[in-house]
């Protein structure tokens, strides 16, 4: 598929604006591009980016990753966004996941990024080159492999990546016990987030941390307060064991305090609610207790069942499953109908992006940047569910996650996904 002219002016142009791009049949997510098509220049260096990260990730102590905020990215960004810019103006061809030079690019790059972390993050004076033990290396490299180089002496003809198609890397030399301060951030895993839900599922534990990650920067949740606030409030919501779908297994007693409509119809409570005469009738209770409620658009039989509380913020009701499909696009690049099938919200990867797109759609990373304290959890309890009597127990969560500093250096950018821009 090619667009020399449209795209070649719009290369030409600067690329800041949209560039649309007529998509055909969606291909497998297994490419060497993860392109996003309103930043396509952009998306395509953060791949090197990408690489070298977890290039460098792979040698540092298990939980940690190398500090993109900590090194000024500025030149070499620029620099491998001219290097893509010429090529794609040269091809006219915005997407080709096998175009060789590009791939050769990247590459290059990535090992270049890995050396600029060794030397300005971790600050390393020296590394072990290695070769890919392969015939296509070239008889130079082959020379230089399994030695030792320093930094501020390169080889002949540069350190791993500063020549063309030069399969080799360098190796760090380092001790975790020298890493300087400020160098590494913690990953936001699964088993970090255990000690916040300490009976959730690991691999349930494993999924929500890596969509959380993928979107730390995107949903302004990179900060040990805006991640202390948002836990607080997910664990008030879901409880220790994550549970993302709504549990309307309620006391017949205790109907009438949780919802008006049993407070109003003291019989039904009886009828439905559980007893030691007869288990809950849950799907009772939520189409009662949900029925076109406070605007929230359920309309038909059923609705209040069918979109009851799911995901990590519990979204509720007809009108909020519609809300999250509208904006999920936009945030996620990914179009789902969750009117038309709510159950996905009680899965994982989607719970966890209801409760990501809510967040950034209500502004509430601006109140908990008030900091760690009772009015600006108040506050945030206010617009997530008003009604409630948990306002002590959300702060208490809240102050209690903060003080265990859980989230005290967890990385401010996408260790899965870095951006360039993650660094500024």
């Given at each position: 598929m090619r667009h020399e002219s449209r795209f070649a002016a719009w290369i030409r142009s600067g690329g800041n604006s949209v560039f649309v791009l007529p998509m055909g049949p969606v291909q497998a997510p297994e490419v060497k591009f993860s392109v996003v098509p309103h930043r396509l220049l952009d998306s395509i260096i953060d791949d090197a980016l990408a690489a070298g990260v977890a290039r460098l990730n792979g040698f540092l102590p298990e939980g940690v990753s190398i500090d993109i905020t900590s090194v000024d990215l500025t030149t070499i960004r620029d620099q491998l966004r001219a290097s893509v810019a010429d090529r794609l103006?040269?091809?006219?061809?915005?997407?080709?996941?096998?175009?060789t030079v590009i791939n050769a690019i990247l590459a290059r790059y990535a090992e270049r990024l890995n050396g600029y972390f060794q030397r300005d993050a971790l600050q390393l004076t020296s590394y072990i080159w290695r070769s890919q033990d392969d015939a296509r290396v070239r008889a130079a490299h082959a020379e230089y492999d399994n030695r030792v180089f320093a930094w501020s002496s390169p080889p002949a003809d540069g350190h791993p990546g500063e020549a063309w198609n030069c399969r080799c890397t360098a190796e760090p030399i380092l001790d975790p016990q020298d890493l300087p301060g400020g160098a590494v951030c913690d990953i936001l895993n699964g088993n970090r987030l255990s000690g916040?839900?300490?009976d959730a599922a690991r691999d349930r534990l494993a999924q929500v941390a890596r969509e959380i990650d993928l979107q730390i920067v995107t949903a302004q949740l990179n900060s040990p307060e805006r991640l202390a606030h948002f836990f607080g409030q997910v664990l008030q919501e879901v409880g220790p064991r994550m549970r993302l779908v709504e549990s309307l297994d309620y006391r017949a007693d205790r109907l009438g305090s949780i919802f008006s409509y049993f407070r109003r119809n003291p019989d039904e409570a009886l009828l439905y609610g559980r007893t030691a005469d007869h288990p809950a009738d849950q799907e009772a209770i939520a189409n009662r207790a949900y029925a076109n409620r406070n605007?929230?658009?359920?309309?038909?039989?059923?609705?209040?069942?069918?979109?009851?509380?799911?995901?990590?913020?519990?979204?509720t009701g007809r009108a909020g499953y519609r809300a999250f499909t509208e904006d999920h696009a936009l945030m996620f690049g990914e179009q789902v109908d969750f009117e038309a099938e709510p159950d996905l919200l009680g899965t994982p990867r989607y719970a966890a992006r209801s409760a990501l797109w809510f967040w950034r759609a209500n502004g509430l990373f601006g109140l908990a940047d008030a900091g760690i304290n009772r009015a600006a959890a108040d506050s945030i309890t206010a617009i997530i569910n008003p009604g409630t009597d948990t306002y002590g127990q959300r702060w208490e969560n809240v102050r209690r996650l903060s003080e265990s500093e859980v989230f005290a250096n967890v990385c401010r950018f996408s260790v899965s996904r870095p951006r360039f821009e993650d660094a500024e």
């Open positions: 103006n040269e091809t006219g061809v915005p997407v080709n996941p096998n175009d916040v839900f300490p605007g929230n658009g359920n309309v038909e039989s059923g609705d209040g069942w069918r979109f009851r509380g799911r995901g990590l913020k519990q979204i």
